[in-house]
């Protein structure tokens, strides 16, 4: 215990033993007054006949009688002065020179009061009685002064409270060293429990290390520490999960909404905040803030009045598409937040949605495709079926037909192709060791017919071997190179360069053709998405499905694609596949 609090005990103690001195030293006092005013009253009773019976100063005199007795009284006037007494004063040491305190004595029959009388100082009760008697005072009453010493200038009378102050100290020092040796191991222990339970509001749950003396304070202790353990342990399991769960929640895809029954924001998760890139902070702002399409808020805002679990919809976020899922709150799940009503998840659909898209352009495209030379064979048919057609017509007809039979065979092909890598058929493709050369070699070979309609030279440089699908090597730099014929210019050139390190492999097809566009280049291997052909030298048509194929080869093999073309010089397409 410190010693601010040992001082304060000292004091408090000292305080109520001088107390104590004051109010015994008072009852002293009191009682002393208390029993000579008694005495008085008893014996003025045998005076106050005699004094009244009195006719003259002779009569008075020996009523009051002299000596110095128990009792002093002296006898006067209605002005106040002397006119007889048991003992010897002067008449200016009694004179009462206050005519009102003599009437005031008149009216009420007796005063009493506390007086030094005597010329040594001593202190006396005196009654003041006031008695009938014309023949002593022309106003008709005389005052008796009855009284008799209180002692308190007695030397025993201060000596003995001297000696008992004196006492009380010495019991005030041994109260004090007794009373701090076991207010110490009383408080010492209620201080450190003091400690404990202070370092609990700070939230430190620490047990203390600490035996008192008494077997009920080292209980509370113990169970103080027993729960400062129990709660620690607690917390940390909260931490733990609240951890795990913060975890989870900011490393989903979906994005998390919780919402109250007022539609506002109480939690979301990081994700939320990429997706609409908010960077203050979303709790209590409402949903309507973040989702603007109304058809999903009113989705959404139904299916938490009924209490429905709902695909609410769709809504686009800067070119990207996202399902909005409405999941209600059980009662039994969250019984202790009340407030959370509904929860939104919030899932990035962009790719599904673009393939979506991607298909339905795609069937339209291919319908559209389909439909040309379909057309081209039915009318065709129809001609061949004229009566009187000559035979120059029908073997026009009959070649127009194969040429539409063989563009429909070749777009179907293509379209097959797509459709398997599309399908992730080739996900078990054949892998093996392709020699590149001999592939580029045998795509050179078929094609030489279509290339020398325009004289276009073809060649191959370079070698390289990889490791995949041989008919997926053969279809992507069979494609390159129709291109390369098909856009080229009489009497051009394509070339197949090869070369490989240990890090890669690289395809290279360039022409000598008319050249690509800038703005097609972003766009060159969409599907169907075909550059003006007009300038194409060769009976082969373009279907716009060749390079979407390379394309589709290239990601499926991790592969890096690059396109460098100038408008009248020619393309160069560059594939560099990673070992």
């Known amino acids: 215990m410190n010693n601010k609090k040992l001082r304060k005990i000292f004091w408090l103690t000292t305080l109520v033993l001088l107390l104590s001195v004051v109010i015994c030293f008072s009852l002293i006092y009191g009682i002393t007054y208390y029993s000579k005013r008694k005495l008085i009253e008893k014996n003025m009773t045998a005076y106050n006949e005699n004094i ?20 002093y009284v002296g006898v006067l006037s209605s002005a106040g002065s002397l006119i007889s007494s048991n003992t010897t004063i002067s008449g200016e040491e009694l004179y009462v020179k206050d005519a009102e305190f003599i009437q005031k004595v008149h009216e009420k029959g007796s005063v009493h009061r506390l007086e030094k009388l005597y010329k040594d100082g001593e202190t006396m009760v005196i009654v003041y009685v006031a008695i009938d008697n014309a023949a002593l005072d022309d106003n008709g009453f005389i005052v008796v002064a009855y009284g008799t010493d209180m002692n308190f200038n007695d030397l025993y009378f201060w000596l003995t409270i001297g000696c008992c102050i004196a006492v009380w100290i010495v019991i005030a020092i041994i109260t004090y060293v007794i009373f701090t040796s076991y207010v110490k191991d009383e408080v010492v222990p209620l201080e450190k429990i003091q400690i404990m339970l202070e370092n609990f509001n700070k939230g430190n749950y620490k047990p203390v290390d600490y035996e008192a003396k008494y077997v009920e304070i080292n209980k509370i202790v113990d169970n103080i520490n027993t729960a400062a353990s129990k709660i620690s342990n607690t917390l940390a399991d909260l931490r733990y999960e609240q951890n795990k769960t913060k975890f989870i929640i900011e490393n989903v895809a979906q994005g998390i909404i919780a919402l109250s029954g007022q539609n506002r924001v109480l939690v979301s998760n990081d994700v939320i905040a990429e997706i609409f890139d908010t960077r203050a902070n979303t709790v209590g702002i409402p949903i309507d803030y973040l989702i603007k399409d109304e058809k999903v808020l009113n989705e959404i805002k139904r299916a938490a009045d009924a209490g429905e679990n709902i695909m609410a919809g769709e809504i686009v976020v800067e070119d990207k598409y996202y399902r909005v899922d409405c999941r209600i709150v059980g009662d039994e799940m969250f019984e202790e937040f009340k407030d959370i009503k509904y929860f939104l998840l919030i899932t990035d659909v962009t790719s599904e949605a673009n393939i979506a898209k991607m298909r339905s352009e795609f069937f339209f495209n291919a319908s559209h495709e389909l439909k040309s030379p379909l057309t081209a064979i039915m009318g065709f048919s129809e ?96 494609n390159l190179v129709s291109n390369a014929i098909k856009y080229n210019k009489e009497n051009g050139t394509v070339i197949v360069s090869l070369s490989q390190t240990d890090d890669a492999v690289t395809v290279a097809v360039k022409d000598s053709g008319i050249g690509i566009p800038k703005k097609d280049l972003p766009h060159i291997c969409e599907r169907f998405y075909r550059v003006d052909s007009s300038h194409s030298k060769t009976s082969l048509d373009s279907n716009g499905l060749g390079l979407a194929i390379v394309r589709q080869i290239v990601d499926d093999y991790g592969a890096e694609l690059k396109i460098e073309s100038t408008p009248g010089v020619g393309s160069t397409f560059t594939i560099i596949f990673k070992r």
């Open 52 to 71: 009244k019976a009195a006719e003259n100063i002779d009569e008075l005199e020996n009523a009051v009688g002299d000596g110095e007795g128990l009792m």
């Open 383 to 478: 001609l061949l079926m004229t009566p009187g057609l000559s035979e120059e017509n029908r073997t026009q007809c009959a070649k127009d037909i194969h040429e539409s039979s063989q563009r429909m065979a070749t777009l179907i092909e293509k379209m097959i192709t797509l459709g398997k890598l599309d399908s992730a058929q080739y996900a078990e493709k054949t892998v093996e060791d392709v020699d590149l050369r001999k592939t580029s070699e045998d795509v050179i070979k078929r094609l030489r017919i279509i290339a020398d309609t325009i004289n276009v030279t073809m060649s191959c440089e370079g070698e390289a071997t990889l490791k995949g699908d041989p008919n997926q090597m053969y279809t992507l730099i069979s």
